[in-house]
């Protein structure tokens, strides 16, 4: 992995791998991992003073989104992750092919299924865990279909 020149917190450096493109305006302070081909916006803030971020391979974090962490709780956010503008995930699981739409905001301890869709402005509450390939809508968000098997990946 090559060394990201982001901000050291507590001993900790921000790590990318090969292939990682960070906008030189975005924020990635601690203990983070990005893994190969991923690309991170202009102005995002991804944060692992609190505990680490894991963010895996050919993952795409648009302009704005917040990724943060808390002293218990660690950011896990699988491969091939799309997270739309002004998103934030704050200490929660993000499993692998998701995608969370525009200004939506994913809280404590949630876990998204695999092939999950999360509409632009939901709230995904604190504790909640949806099944593989849900789709979330609303304020909170609540299950309201499920992705059809041909437009899984």
């Not at 001993?11 to 030189?24: I, K, N, T, W």
């Not at 190969?36 to 916006?41: A, L, Q």
């Not at 971020?53 to 989104?65: F, L, P, Q």
């Amino acid at each position: 992995m090559l060394v990201f020149t982001g901000k050291d917190f507590e001993g900790q450096s921000p790590r990318l791998a090969e292939g990682v493109y960070c906008d030189p305006s975005s924020n990635i302070i601690g203990d983070v991992v990005i893994g190969e081909g991923s690309k991170i916006g202009a102005k995002c803030h991804i944060r692992g003073d609190g505990n680490s971020v894991r963010i895996g391979c050919g993952v795409a974090i648009a302009d704005g989104a917040v990724i943060h962490t808390a002293n218990l709780l660690p950011v896990v956010i699988g491969d091939h992750v799309s997270i739309g503008p002004r998103a934030v995930v704050h200490v929660s699981t993000v499993e692998e092919g998701c995608s969370i739409g525009s200004r939506a905001v994913v809280l404590n301890g949630a876990v998204v299924g695999k092939g999950s869709i999360v509409a632009a402005g939901s709230v995904v509450a604190a504790g909640m865990k949806t099944p593989p390939y849900s789709l979330l809508e609303g304020v909170p968000a609540r299950i309201t279909g499920t992705i059809a098997e041909e437009r899984r990946k």
